[in-house]
């Protein structure tokens, strides 16, 4: 079966320190890979998807960045976190293809102080 | 563009009470309906979803219905109960969300 991991739960950084969180899948291949924030009572917000190694779309301006340097890993990094960076992370993977729903990680809570 | 939107955005029921979050839907192409309960500090899961060849299913306690012609799908929680509480999310088959509700449900 799939699973899904996501570290760390939760993280407290300064503002202007970087920034690296992590996404692995198992038990599939090439799968489509998220990123999203969540700020407190919100919604979904789409930060990046891949659909292979190397390719990443970006879907908002911000100061993070994804990479995918393997077909079941996905990075969220950040060179210098702001205020406005804290929320709640979550990673998530989907089969090629439309049609199919996410499976979500746990999430990461993070805080910028 | 398209777009997903979700009401009410908050819930309140007695336990035992059903409940039911509308979603509408502005991509006439969307084909697949999935929902997710999201309880507090966690990752959204999917509970039930629907594709476009049928206009309901049911898995207990829970139920989506589809209108394809008005562009809307709905779930429904017959009984709800304390643990039924958290934030419920719609999407589409681009998986565009809705803003969620936030269901609390009062013993």
């Known amino acids: 079966s799939q699973t899904i991991h996501q570290w760390p739960a939760t993280l407290v950084q300064p503002v202007g320190s970087p920034l690296s969180l992590e996404c692995t899948v198992e038990?599939?291949?090439?799968?489509?890979l998220y990123w999203y924030r969540q700020a407190a009572g919100r919604g979904l917000q789409l930060l990046f998807y891949?659909?292979?190694?190397?390719?990443i779309s970006s879907e908002v301006p911000q100061n993070l960045s994804a990479s995918r340097p393997q077909d079941r890993q996905f990075i969220l990094s950040s060179k210098k976190l702001l205020l406005s960076d804290s929320g709640f992370y979550l990673c998530?993977?989907?089969?090629?293809?439309?049609?199919?729903?996410?499976?979500f990680g746990s999430g990461t809570r993070l805080t910028v102080v | 563009g398209e777009n997903v939107e979700q009401h009410p955005s908050t819930l309140s029921v007695q336990e035992g009470d059903s409940a039911v979050i509308k979603c509408t839907y502005s991509?006439?192409?969307?084909?697949?309906f999935p929902w997710y309960k999201q309880e507090l500090g966690k990752g959204p899961q999917l509970i039930i979803d629907?594709?476009?060849?049928?206009g309901e299913k049911k898995d207990q306690r829970i139920a989506v219905t589809l209108n394809k012609t008005a562009k809307h799908f709905s779930l429904h929680i017959t009984e709800t109960q304390p643990e039924d509480s958290a934030v419920y999310f719609c999407?589409?088959?681009?998986?565009?969300f809705g803003a969620g509700t936030r269901l609390a449900v009062h013993p």
């Open positions: 998530a993977w989907s089969p090629v293809g439309q049609g199919y729903g996410y499976t």
């Open positions: 038990g599939t291949s090439n799968p489509n």
């Open positions: 891949s659909v292979g190694i190397g390719q």
């Open positions: 991509d006439s192409a969307s084909n697949y």
């Open positions: 629907i594709r476009s060849n049928v």
């Open positions: 999407a589409d088959n681009k998986l565009i």
